[in-house]
């Protein structure tokens, strides 16, 4: 896995493209992994989410995360 680092987070604003964050209040609760599409958030080894590397962050796959997490630690930074 590939976190998404702060260059390519650059990359992904400049060609005008959203991507998810997650903040501190984040529990470990795991739920964002499991219903997001494979690939966007994984736990690390503190058990806090992290969002990995992608092309592209599908809209539904945040907004299902962000449904899912019980304390509203993600979302949207452009
Ligand atoms: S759903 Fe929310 S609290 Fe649970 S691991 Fe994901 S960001 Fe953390």
Redesign the pocket.
């Given at each position: 896995m590939i976190i998404l680092s702060e260059e390519k987070k650059a990359l992904l604003k400049s060609a005008g493209k959203r991507f998810p964050k997650?903040n501190d209040?984040?529990?470990?609760?795991?739920?964002?992994?499991v219903v997001a599409e494979e690939g966007v958030?994984e736990?690390d080894d503190q058990?806090?989410?992290i969002v990995l590397e992608m092309e592209d962050y599908e809209e539904k796959w945040v907004e299902n995360?962000m449904s899912?997490?019980?304390?509203?630690?993600?979302s949207w930074e452009a």
């Amino acid at each position: 896995m590939i976190i998404l680092s702060e260059e390519k987070k650059a990359l992904l604003k400049s060609a005008g493209k959203r991507f998810p964050k997650v903040n501190d209040a984040c529990i470990g609760c795991n739920a964002c992994v499991v219903v997001a599409e494979e690939g966007v958030f994984e736990l690390d080894d503190q058990w806090k989410s992290i969002v990995l590397e992608m092309e592209d962050y599908e809209e539904k796959w945040v907004e299902n995360a962000m449904s899912a997490c019980p304390v509203d630690a993600i979302s949207w930074e452009a």
